[in-house]
T-cell receptor, first 119, second 118 residues
Framework: SAVISQKPSRDICQRGTSLTIQCQVD?????MFWYRQQPGQSLTLIAT?????????ESGFVIDKFPISRPNLTFSTLTVSNMSPEDSSIYLCSVAPVRLGTGPRTEAFFGQGTRLTVV | AQSVTQLDSHVSVSEGTPVLLRCNYS??????LFWYVQHPNKGLQLLLKYTSAATLVKGINGFEAEFKKSETSFHLTKPSAHMSDAAEYFCVVSVNNAGGTSYGKLTFGQGTILTVHP
């Protein structure tokens, strides 16, 4: 399993500002994932964060709006830039630890999420 | 490509009666399938997972799900609902490559809100 610490847990921000969300994992993982859950909606993958390379963004998400850092195998940040009320969502970090040699069909683990409100 | 369809956005049952939450999937390769639960203002919790072993999967809190390849379904059931089961449930498919490797990239269904009446 994996324990994920995500912070802040919640924040209220002014439009036009930026917020950086941190995700810390208690073990080394190859890939980290960032999801968004808009109010009343399901989770949508924003991007995959790989250590040592640029993040891979899903359709509809761009690096200028959601820059991601992945400085090592246990840590990542997601920044929500130039925020507007439409960015009000829960942002979640996720990992799926892969144990070499055992068939890597493991479940994903999630942080508690960051509840962002933009006013 | 893969996708997940949860057939009911809301399900309402009485306490002590059976629960059925329906899920259909599509996947290019042999999928890994999961059910997660999200209680209000809480994080996501894994209920159960299917990863190509037994087709009937038992999870926590008395839930189980059956993988039916011919029907591309992975419905979640529980014989007797409890008040504490009220939550939102997500059916999830993992992106696997042709070799069956999954690195945790997930596609979520739209979610089913389960309400349990006394």
């Amino acid at each position: 399993s994996a324990v994920i610490s995500q912070k802040p847990s919640r924040d209220i921000c002014q439009r036009g500002t930026s917020l950086t969300i941190q995700c810390q994992v208690d073990s080394q993982v190859t890939m980290m994932f960032w999801y968004r859950q808009q109010p009343g909606q399901s989770l949508t993958l924003i991007a995959t964060a790989n250590q040592g390379s640029e993040a891979t963004y899903e359709s509809g998400f761009v690096i200028d709006k959601f820059p991601i850092s992945r400085p090592n195998l246990t840590f990542s940040t997601l920044t929500v830039s130039n925020m507007s009320p439409e960015d009000s969502s829960i942002y979640l970090c996720s990992v799926a630890p892969v144990r070499l040699g055992t068939g890597p069909r493991t479940e994903a683990f999630f942080g508690q999420g960051t509840r962002l409100t933009v006013v | 490509a893969q996708s997940v369809t949860q057939l009911d956005s809301h399900v309402s049952v009485s306490e002590g009666t059976p629960v059925l939450l329906r899920c259909n999937y599509s996947s290019s390769y042999s999928p890994s399938l999961f059910w997660y639960v999200q209680h209000p203002n809480k994080g996501l919790q894994l209920l159960l997972k299917y990863t190509s072993a037994a087709t009937l999967v038992k999870g926590i809190n008395g839930f189980e799900a059956e993988f039916k390849k011919s029907e591309t379904s992975f419905h979640l059931t529980k014989p007797s609902a409890h008040m504490s089961d009220a939550a939102e449930y997500f059916c999830v498919v993992s992106v696997n490559n042709a070799g069956g490797t999954s690195y945790g990239k997930l596609t979520f269904g739209q979610g089913t809100i389960l309400t349990v009446h006394p």
